[in-house]
């Protein structure tokens, strides 16, 4: 019997519309839930080294919990001149979870010295979909740029006003919703997760 109704493993509800807007885009009529109403889903620690495996640890833990298929993501952004971090690190690296300025501060002070055109960065993310019997498929998507010196615009969040997309002379904190979910990480494992949806709701 077809599933149609899928938890995403959040109580972001920017993430909520995001997926939603592109499973309709797809034409795929799912109900989609957040974690506000699975009162028994667990709080996951994000404790893997990889964006994959710790999509694939909240999707698995909130799919038992709700006993719905579930989807969820990990996401952050990679430097080169850092050997790729703060990568799974990036909520944290100033030290306490989701202290967006801070983070922003503290990777804008360790890549101060480093050259233009030494500034490559990417942000990645991974998105998983597990069902209840602990089926699970991953999928990635990444958005490469450069890192600005100083944080421009006010749209988005975490790194997006210091991380400029190649091919834009703006930041991803200075472009609109619209643009920046056209060509962000996120939206982009969020389209090729779509696929398999599709498969799992048409049964």
């Not at 719905?68 to 050997?83: E, F, K, M, R, Y």
């Not at 890192?147 to 615009?153: D, E, I, K, S, V």
Request: charged content about 25%; overall charge negative; proline content about 6%.
């Amino acid at each position: 019997m077809p599933m149609s109704r899928v938890v995403l493993a959040t109580r972001n509800r920017k993430k909520l519309v995001e997926l939603r807007d592109i499973l309709l885009e797809a034409g795929l009529d799912v109900e989609l839930l957040t974690l506000d109403a699975v009162p028994d889903a667990p709080e996951v620690a994000e404790t893997c080294l990889t964006f994959a495996e710790n999509a694939l640890l909240k999707a698995r833990a909130v799919a038992w919990a709700a006993g719905l298929p579930a989807v969820a993501d990990d996401s952050g952004i990679c430097v080169d001149a850092l050997n790729g971090m703060p990568g799974v690190f990036s909520a944290r690296w100033a030290g306490r979870h989701g202290d967006d300025q801070a983070n922003l501060d503290l990777l804008l002070a360790q890549v101060a010295e480093v050259p233009d055109d030494k500034r490559g960065a990417h942000f990645a993310c991974a998105a998983a979909l597990a069902l209840p019997d602990g089926t699970a498929r991953v999928v990635e998507g990444r958005l490469d740029g450069v890192l600005t010196r100083a944080p421009r615009g006010t749209n988005g969040f975490g790194y997006d006003p210091i991380f400029q997309p190649l091919g834009y002379t703006r930041t991803t904190a200075e472009l609109s919703p619209e643009e920046k979910n056209a060509i962000s990480h996120r939206g982009k494992a969020f389209r090729a997760l779509t696929p398999i949806i599709a498969d799992l709701v048409k049964g």
